[in-house]
């Protein structure tokens, strides 16, 4: 078992639904991310959070929200989904920001947009 | 040119083989360098974790970084069928920012019981 959880495991929604990627860590690590893989893909960067503030933002569009209640939560909100948004959604984790910091995975929310 | 080339495979060797496992970079900048391991529908899971060039050895996975030639490769003594998996490479550069990692598209390696 990680020690990233993300849930839920699978969802599958229609372009009109809002729904929400939870994620959790009680490593005390204070820089969090979110991934998006598709099949035989590496994980593309999305956003990164460091000390529960956006840091980066890597052009994703809207219909993706982020956001870090706390230092051990990230969700991420989905309104509005297009077909092409249907992959496996990684959340990781690390100490702090920086090059230096390896990051610990989660086995990610599998989507499937209708 | 992209950053960072892999083999995507699959690679298909016997039980009890050493594997090589390979990714060439183009940024001279980076200095930190992981492996990582994942199965079919799970996260990757890190494997390995080295910092500039040299060797790193830990169980039957040893990591191997020769910035010189900005080629990296992980090595697997005595292969088992459980290491069947996607193995991706990854690494990062000193700039200092928030960036993530930069990641090869992963190999798939089997190993035949």
């Known amino acids: 078992d990680t020690e990233v959880t993300q849930t839920p495991k699978h969802l599958v929604m229609g372009m009109t639904n809002k729904k929400s990627l939870k994620c959790e860590q009680h490593?005390?690590?204070?820089?969090m991310y979110w991934y998006k893989q598709k099949a035989k893909k590496p994980p593309e960067l999305m956003f990164v959070y460091s000390y529960e503030k956006l840091s980066i933002n890597e052009s994703v569009p809207s219909r993706f929200s982020p956001e870090c209640p706390n230092s051990s939560l990230l969700n991420l909100h989905l309104h509005a989904l297009q077909p092409e948004d249907s992959a496996l959604y990684l959340c990781?984790?690390?100490?702090?920001?920086?090059?230096?910091?390896?990051?610990?995975f989660g086995d990610g929310t599998r989507l499937s947009i209708l | 040119q992209k950053e960072v080339e892999q083999d995507p495979g699959p690679l298909s060797v016997p039980e009890g083989a050493i594997v090589s496992l390979n990714c060439t970079y183009s940024n001279s900048a980076f200095q930190y360098f992981m492996w990582y391991r994942q199965y079919s529908r799970k996260g990757p899971e890190l494997l390995m974790y080295?910092?500039?060039?040299g060797n790193k050895e830990d169980g039957r996975f040893t990591a191997q970084v020769d910035k010189s030639s900005k080629y990296i490769s992980l090595f697997i003594r005595d292969s088992q069928p459980s290491d069947s998996a996607t193995y991706l490479c990854?690494?990062?550069?000193?700039?200092?920012?928030?960036?993530?990692?930069?990641f090869g598209k992963g190999t798939h390696l089997i190993i035949q019981p």
């Open positions: 080295t910092y500039s060039s």
């Open positions: 490593m005390g690590h204070r820089a």
């Open positions: 990781a984790s690390s100490q702090v920001t920086g090059p230096n910091q390896p990051q610990h």
């Open positions: 990854a690494m990062s550069d000193s700039g200092g920012g928030a960036d993530g990692l930069t």
